[in-house]
């Protein structure tokens, strides 16, 4: 917070900066002050430099990278973590972080029907760089948590993405 | 009767660096920089062409930063005032040098092209942009649009509507300045994924660039490569960039640009003199650039010869007529196997022509007068001509490419830069929301939402992620992208509380004056 200071032209004779003083508060500034508002318009932007951890929303980004290599981050809020805490109990402490990718390459996914998956046990990294088997490739990813007896449990969804071609098309007019 | 199109195209783009509150800004002379060595240049190149009669075409990009710095008055004045600083030093290296006369000519020669330069800022009025439109009105410049503030759009389409604002805030502003809409588009950083096309097919657009691998990976294969545009499904045209004619000119090793007879960049007085001789010239404490170098290339090791202006012209002459040769064999040997004229897309950054090469405005002016009146196989073309003369062609999907190193989308994100995309994503997400709860928004929460536009389009500027990942001036690039998402969180989280910060939001209002007109339902 802004403190009272000489630049102010009540700084001598201001009697609510005496009565803070006397009543044992911090003198702090206030708007009698001329330089009240570009004071604090700097206080301001320094402020907003200070980017939060986490957005405000759980979820899970996928961004392709180049034919063979796409890039993932998830932030997962505390309430999510709650959340599913409760649901498994006992489970919890022993099951694993994991990012699932599923390739969804011509199909309408649902959760249950990827062509094939792979796990990858990120432990408590917020990001992962996947080496993808190859360019053409859709997929889609859930961040969970795998128990130990082996049942999987989604977080949050990504988005779709596809890979790139790494050369020319085989496919000919 | 020519056999094919030689289509020069230069991409002119800086950040948007504006320090209003501060008297000097070392990250403001990039625009001091360019403006004197490559856009001013560029102008007078273009004069010099039209009043020597000889008929020319250059297609160039112009960003909105860019555009938005040109005509500001409070740029205008600063660089003014910067010019006219280093003509002060001109005339102290003409004491300084006098008894040596390997510089004493070059120092002659700075000041007469400095007064030049300063001849034409004042005859535009301080406003290059005036000079643009001019000669686009003559059909000799076809202007293309580009991005609101250069995102790197296949990183950002997590948000498709942060990919459809990029867009339409970029030709709003082409539209307001060149008062016409563009034909072309510009895509940051040639960065393309497969979709794209039908946003750009809703904004009007009716062309764009790729670099050659997104046209030479399309498919259905392309019949004639990249020497004619391909037409995506949606309708919309794309070129791609010719490989050979982008690596004789850009090239660090075989480029032209490296001539052991042309300027060295690395040279400069400003580092070599006295601290106290150069202080009333540098930004600060810190040494900056003046753009007097008294030294050419010469080799590959540190030894280097003063630079002879005669000399480097001649080479200028030889390496415009190499890359004319070049053009003829290309379209020579490829227009026998075509149905129409090739078209070579020769595709360039615009500050890599005077800024750091700096006899490239002469090598474009000697090629384009050779082109006019030496030979007959190629002559200049505009995109929008050829698409004119050749309406329709392959169908073909182009391939996600960009012209970054490795082709793809690695340069904006990796280690050094991963940690921007959370916050640009979350915040499109808000303006999402915000957008779409406040349809009609009034008085000071518009000017708010207007303003959490702004601030979300300056953060996604692709230049931050690269600053980053190329590794000098980090903490400039760090800080803005940190000032941009914290004020756009502020102002979330101020609109949503129902509490502006009034006098907060009408400074941020002041400093940040690019888009003046938006409409924060773009994101709607």
């Known amino acids: ?173 | 009767m020519e056999k094919g199109y030689l289509c020069p195209v230069l991409h002119a783009h800086l950040p948007f660096v504006r320090h209003p509150e501060e008297e000097d800004f070392l990250e403001e002379y990039w625009f001091f920089e360019a403006v004197s060595e490559t856009y001013i240049p560029l102008i007078q190149i273009m004069d010099d062409l039209i009043r020597q009669g000889a008929d020319f075409r250059l297609t160039m990009s112009l960003t909105p930063p860019l555009i938005t710095m040109l005509g500001d008055p409070l740029l205008q004045s600063r660089y003014l005032k910067r010019l006219n600083k280093l003509l002060d030093l001109t005339e102290k290296e003409l004491v300084r040098t006098r008894a040596q006369p390997e510089f004493f000519h070059l120092a002659r020669m700075y000041r007469e092209d400095f007064l030049k330069k300063r001849e034409v800022f004042q005859g535009l009025g301080g406003n290059l942009l005036s000079a643009f439109k001019k000669f686009q009105e003559l059909g000799k410049l076809e202007i293309l649009a580009s991005c609101a503030t250069h995102g790197f759009l296949p990183l950002l389409n997590v948000n498709p509507s942060a990919v459809k604002a990029q867009i339409e805030v970029g030709i709003d502003c082409y539209e307001k300045v060149f008062g016409t809409r563009p034909r072309g588009f510009w895509l940051p950083e040639c960065g393309y994924y497969p979709g794209l096309d039908e946003i750009l097919k809703n904004s009007g657009v009716k062309y764009f660039l790729l670099e050659s691998h997104g046209i030479l990976n399309a498919s259905p294969f392309p019949e004639y490569g990249i020497y004619a545009p391909v037409f995506c499904e949606s309708g919309v045209a794309a070129f791609g960039r010719d490989d050979t004619a982008s690596k004789q000119v850009w090239d660090a090793f075989t480029g032209y640009p490296g001539d052991f007879d042309y300027r060295e960049f690395y040279r400069d007085i400003a580092y070599e003199q006295d601290y106290q001789y150069i202080k009333p010239y540098i930004s600060g404490e810190v040494r900056v650039d003046s753009g007097i170098k008294y030294y050419r290339i010469t080799g590959k090791n540190g030894d280097k010869q003063p630079y002879n202006p005669e000399r480097a012209r001649e080479k200028v002459a030889v390496h415009a007529g190499n890359f004319m040769f070049s053009r003829e064999k290309q379209v020579e040997s490829l227009s026998g196997a075509m149905d129409r004229k090739p078209v070579i897309i020769a595709a360039y950054d615009a500050e890599l022509f005077g800024h750091w090469w700096f006899e490239g405005p002469l090598w474009l002016e000697f090629l384009m007068k050779k082109i006019y009146y030496d030979q007959q196989t190629i002559k200049l073309v505009t995109p929008s001509e050829y698409l004119t003369e050749y309406p329709t062609g392959q169908v073909c999907a182009p391939s996600a490419s960009s012209w970054g190193e490795k082709g793809y989308n690695n340069v904006w994100l990796n280690g050094s830069n991963d940690w921007i995309y959370p916050h640009l994503h979350t915040s499109a997400r808000r303006m999402e929301e915000m957008a779409g709860g406040f349809p009609h928004a009034e008085g000071v929460v518009r000017r708010a939402l207007n303003q959490a536009a702004r601030e979300l389009l300056l953060a996604q500027s692709s230049d931050w992620a690269f600053i980053m990942h190329n590794g000098t001036q980090v903490e400039y690039a760090v800080r803005r992208l940190k000032e941009h998402v914290g004020r756009f969180n502020k102002l979330y989280q101020d609109i949503k509380q129902g509490k502006i910060d009034e006098p907060w939001l009408y400074w941020i209002e002041q400093k940040n004056t690019i888009f003046p007109h938006i409409d924060y339902r773009v994101y709607g």
């Open chain 1, 1 to 173: 917070m802004l403190t009272c200071c000489p630049r102010c032209s009540f700084y001598d004779t201001c009697e609510l900066k005496w009565h803070r003083a006397e009543r044992g508060e911090a003198q702090l500034c206030c708007d009698r002050c001329e330089w009240f508002d570009q004071c604090r318009v700097k206080e301001t932007e320094e402020e907003i430099k200070e980017l939060p951890a986490v957005n405000g929303d759980s979820r899970v980004a996928l961004m392709v990278i180049d034919p063979f290599h796409v890039h993932a981050y998830w932030e997962i809020t505390s309430q999510t973590w709650e959340k599913i805490k409760d649901e498994l109990e006992g489970e919890f402490d022993q099951a694993k972080k994991v990012l699932r990718v599923y390739d969804i390459a011509y199909i309408v996914f649902d959760g249950a029907n990827a062509n094939s998956y792979f796990d990858i046990y990120v432990g408590d990294a917020a990001n992962w760089y996947i080496d993808f088997p190859g360019p053409e490739k859709s997929i889609c990813a859930d961040f969970g948590l795998l128990t130990s007896q082996g049942k999987f449990y989604t977080l949050v969804r990504s988005n779709f993405v596809h890979t790139p071609r790494n050369g020319p098309s085989e496919k000919r007019e």
